[in-house]
């Protein structure tokens, strides 16, 4: 029941950041496509800063669980199978500690801010807690994913975000065409 959930929720942080794609994609249009006709987003810019770091940031999780984030395979796929589990846990124990860091503090961000009723400077005057909210959710949610690996590798099972290594050359093709490179 709990890894239905994890997983819903890795995957909705994915959608969420594709729906912020779709708003950039429409803000930019909006923008590029007004300026001939003497239309003015107001604020267009601001909000598409906004929408851009929490697509970044809501997409992260969803990359780290579907193995598409970079790693050093060179390495790693050299080693024994103990040092190899030993290298893993290192790794995901660290990564838990940095992205727990700016976690942490982001939430602290978005708490002061709101706090302070910090408001931003541009035309379309915002309280800044509410853009703020979206690459602390990104955080939170890759920091989730995080430690929801790290228990996985501890108990001694397999990183779910590994794939197998390409058995054909079509297979590295088809790899390489789904993920965009």
């Known amino acids: 029941m709990i890894r239905r959930f994890l997983d819903g929720l890795y995957l909705l942080s994915g959608y969420l950041a594709g729906c912020f794609l779709l708003a950039i994609f429409l803000l930019m249009l909006a923008l590029s496509g007004g300026r001939p006709l003497n239309i003015n987003v107001t604020s267009g810019d601001d909000l598409t800063a906004w929408c851009m770091a929490s ?63 910090d ?16 690459f602390t ?14 228990v996985n590798v501890a108990l001694g099972n397999k990183p779910r975000y590994e794939r197998e290594p390409p058995k054909t050359a079509e297979e590295v093709v088809e790899r390489a065409v789904s993920s965009g490179v």
Not at 137 to 150: S, T
């Open 119 to 134: 408001m931003s400077t541009g035309v379309l005057v915002v309280p800044l807690w509410i853009p703020q909210l979206g």
């Open 55 to 117: 697509m970044a940031f809501l997409g992260l999780a969803h990359t780290f669980k579907a193995g598409e984030m970079i790693r050093v395979g060179l390495l790693t796929d050299r080693l024994p199978p103990r040092t190899r589990w030993f290298f893993e846990l290192f790794a995901l124990v660290m990564a838990a500690l940095f992205i727990g860091y700016f976690a942490w503090h982001a939430v602290d961000l978005v708490i002061t801010s709101r706090r302070l009723n």
């Open 137 to 150: 959710a990104g955080l939170i949610i890759l920091f989730i994913a995080i430690v929801d690996e790290l």
